[in-house]
Nanobody, 122 residues
Framework: QVQLVESGGGLVQAGGSLRVSCAAS????????MGWFRQAPGKEREFVAG???????TYADSVQGRFTISRDSAKNTVHLQMNSLKPGDTAVYYC????????????????WGQGTQVTVSS
């Protein structure tokens, strides 16, 4: 069992930066691929970024070059640094975990956090 708790959301102006974090419980954090997803009102949940057990990262085209995902295995934490934010980035951001291979499909993730709101004003 893995429990995930997100933090760090908030309100920021367009062009600004924000970092959201995800703290994971459990002693097997290193065996999980971690993903960040987001969901805006009326839209489906979409993949934002993911990080493999090895540390390799994958990003959605819409955030490539602006967002950076990282993991701290010693602290069982995953971060998403978001720069050059746009109003279109406004959504609830969710952290998710799945064993072994990283994927971009929400249904393939086993554990989810409660989400944290990110709002980017124009």
């Amino acid at each position: 069992q893995v429990q995930l708790v997100e933090s760090g959301g908030g309100l920021v102006q367009a062009g600004g930066s924000l970092r959201v974090s995800c703290a994971a419980s459990g002693r097997t954090f290193s065996s999980y691929a971690m993903g960040w997803f987001r969901q805006a009102p009326g839209k489906e949940r979409e993949f934002v970024a993911g990080i493999r057990r090895s540390g390799g990262a994958t990003y959605a085209d819409s955030v490539q070059g602006r967002f950076t995902i990282s993991r701290d295995s010693a602290k069982n934490t995953v971060h998403l640094q978001m720069n050059s934010l746009k109003p279109g980035d406004t959504a609830v951001y969710y952290c998710a975990a799945k064993q072994f291979r990283l994927t971009t499909i929400p249904a393939q993730y086993d554990y989810w956090g409660q989400g944290t709101q990110v709002t980017v004003s124009s």
